[in-house]
């Protein structure tokens, strides 16, 4: 059975940081990533790792970096200069031939 388990979420005042992170079991997924879903919002992509290479919401570009641990099967998502607009649940994804996976999400909140 795969999971995606989340680790990292929490409050924190607006130019702070958090690093979010994120565990596969069950499977070696090669993508993977992290969708964000602010209330009343609907859910949006902000980072993806695949085969090395990295892809960023224009929203977080330059404050926000990807990066994997293979050996853990691991993705993190460092985030810094939080804004309160980053305020939102957070999932980890992944993508394997064709199945797509789901963290159950961490809460982000971001106080002005």
């Known amino acids: 059975q795969v999971q995606l388990v989340e680790y990292g979420g929490g409050l924190v005042q607006a130019g702070g940081s958090l690093r979010l992170s994120c565990a596969a079991s069950g499977i070696s997924i090669n993508t993977m990533g992290w969708y964000r879903q602010a209330p009343g919002k609907q859910r949006e992509l902000v980072a993806i790792t695949s085969g090395g290479s990295t892809n960023y919401a224009e929203a977080v570009k330059g404050r926000f970096t990807i990066s994997r641990d293979n050996a853990k099967n691991t993705v993190y998502l460092q985030m810094n200069s939080l804004k309160p607009e980053d305020t939102a649940i957070y999932y980890c994804?992944?993508?394997?031939?064709?199945?797509?996976?789901w963290g159950h999400g961490t809460q982000v909140t971001v106080s002005s």
């Open positions: 994804y992944g993508y394997k031939l064709g199945s797509v996976y």
